[in-house]
């Protein structure tokens, strides 16, 4: 099955910095990427994603970039702000295998951002 | 509309007792995932459902662990003669199809005494 390891596990950056966040997956018939946020007590919530006919894309301040050669994918955070701060989750979804499409995810980042 | 709704938010159990948790997908959403969430872990796949197709069980840990889903609709995860180690936030989500983002409910925090 997939796996989808995730780096790194914490990353405390200073407000108007950028951070990024780097996950791997191991199928290469992967081919949906989609990043979570999760803020405390809540459950994740989808920010960005990206299929595998794109190498990235970019939503204001928020980046994903895909390397299907190198099976990696990245989240970009620009101009970090403190309610950034949260748990960010990646994750690798294969095309459906006997019925079932299942993504795998990360063990998830916590982004602190510092004023 | 409404997202998914979990109920209830928080669960204290004593062991050996069983438990059911609720899940309220989005309307119209086909496809229904459980997670589990261990503190300070990522997201253990469980169980997933899809429309009128036989749910995936691959991901349910023993056999004290089940769930249903009643005409699309509603899930229901059952913990029968709760450990412990069953101590966790449950995570449901559903989704358009199953090639579309997952929308998250916000958990349900179990904790067995």
């Known amino acids: 099955g997939e796996n989808v390891e995730q780096h790194p596990s914490t990353l405390s950056v200073q407000e108007g910095d950028s951070a990024v966040i780097k996950c791997t997956y191991s199928?290469?018939?992967?081919?949906?990427f989609p990043w979570y946020k999760q803020e405390l007590g809540k459950g994740p919530q989808l920010i960005i994603d990206?299929?595998?006919?794109?190498g990235e894309k970019k939503d204001q301040r928020i980046a994903v970039t895909l390397n299907k050669t190198a099976k990696h994918f990245s989240l970009h955070i620009t101009e970090t702000q403190p309610e950034d701060s949260a748990v960010y989750f990646c994750?690798?979804?294969?095309?459906?295998?006997?019925?079932?499409?299942?993504?795998?995810f990360g063990r998830g980042t916590s982004l602190i951002v510092h004023p | 509309g409404a997202g998914v709704s979990q109920s209830p938010s928080n669960k204290v159990t004593e062991k050996g007792k069983d438990v059911e948790l609720r899940c309220d997908p989005i309307?119209?959403?086909?496809?229904l995932y459980w997670y589990r969430q261990s503190l300070g872990q990522g997201l253990e796949f469980l169980i997933y459902f899809q429309g009128n197709s036989a749910p995936d069980k691959s991901g349910l840990p023993s056999d004290r662990f089940s769930a249903e889903r009643t005409g699309g609709s509603v899930s229901t995860l059952t913990i029968q003669r709760t450990q412990q180690e069953d101590s966790a936030v449950y995570l449901c989500?559903?989704?358009?199809?199953?090639?579309?983002?997952?929308?998250f409910g916000n958990g349900t925090r179990l904790t067995v005494t």
């Open positions: 994750a690798a979804s294969p095309p459906p295998s006997g019925g079932s499409y299942i993504p795998t």
């Open positions: 989500a559903s989704s358009f199809n199953p090639e579309s983002p997952l929308h």
């Open positions: 990206i299929r595998s006919n794109v």
């Open positions: 199928d290469s018939a992967s081919n949906y």
């Open positions: 309307s119209g959403h086909t496809a």
